[in-house]
């Protein structure tokens, strides 16, 4: 059933329902959902780390978390964290609990690159912060720029097929071959052509933010 699915959604919505599932997943690792009533008002400010993160208020205002929810969150981070920041080591430790039966490193990295709106090679309290208010919270717009700068991998405003054909493989990767026995080997290929059959409106090789987003609108 689950197989049949993959074959018949598409790409787009593949991709999209792993990110939120994973990224669930790693509110859960990361101790996120233990909503404690203790303060945390003075560990935000004793906290001995090398990054600090922005005024809460200015948070609150810049995302769709409440304060309460952003101290829980900032908890959880700052304990699994100490440093107050992730690298992508850790993404990909968290991903490989996650998907044991595959491979999840070569997807982990896609996905780390895209919380790192910054690129430094780290992901702050505040991109996890923003990055998890569009993927929980925001709008199909918001949901859809996001999944567009994952796919676009190397963030010149295009999706090409060979982006597109290096996530798909890094998804099937991380899933397992021993989960989806029936499937092909060219499959991903094959996601990849269905794919811009769909959403390449003009036929020039690449897909644009603007024909991703009115083609998964449709």
Known sequence: MLT????????????????IFA??????LL?????SEDTVEDEMEMATVRHRPEAL???????????????????GFKNECPSG?????TFKEIYSQFFPQGDSTTYAHFLFNAFDTDHNGSV???????????????????????????????KDGYITKEEM??????????????????LKEDAPKQHVETFFQKMDKNKDGVVTIDEFIESCQK
Request: hydrophobic share 45%; proline share 1%; net charge negative.
């Open 165 to 182: 054909l290096d996530i798909m493989k890094a998804i099937y990767d991380m899933m397992g071959k021993c989960t989806y026995p029936v």
């Open 124 to 154: 702050s309290f505040e991109d996890f912060v923003m990055g998890l208010s569009i993927l929980l919270r925001g709008t199909v717009q918001e949901k859809l720029n996001w999944a567009f700068n994952l796919y676009d991998i190397n």
């Open 57 to 75: 208020e200015l948070l609150e205002a810049q995302s769709k978390f409440t304060k309460k929810e952003l101290q829980i969150l900032y908890r």
């Open 4 to 19: 049949l699915e993959w074959e018949s959604e598409g790409l787009q919505t593949v991709g999209i329902v792993v990110i």
């Open 23 to 28: 990224s669930l997943k790693l509110l859960h």
């Open 31 to 35: 101790g996120l959902i233990d909503f």
């Open 85 to 89: 920041v992730v690298n992508e080591e």
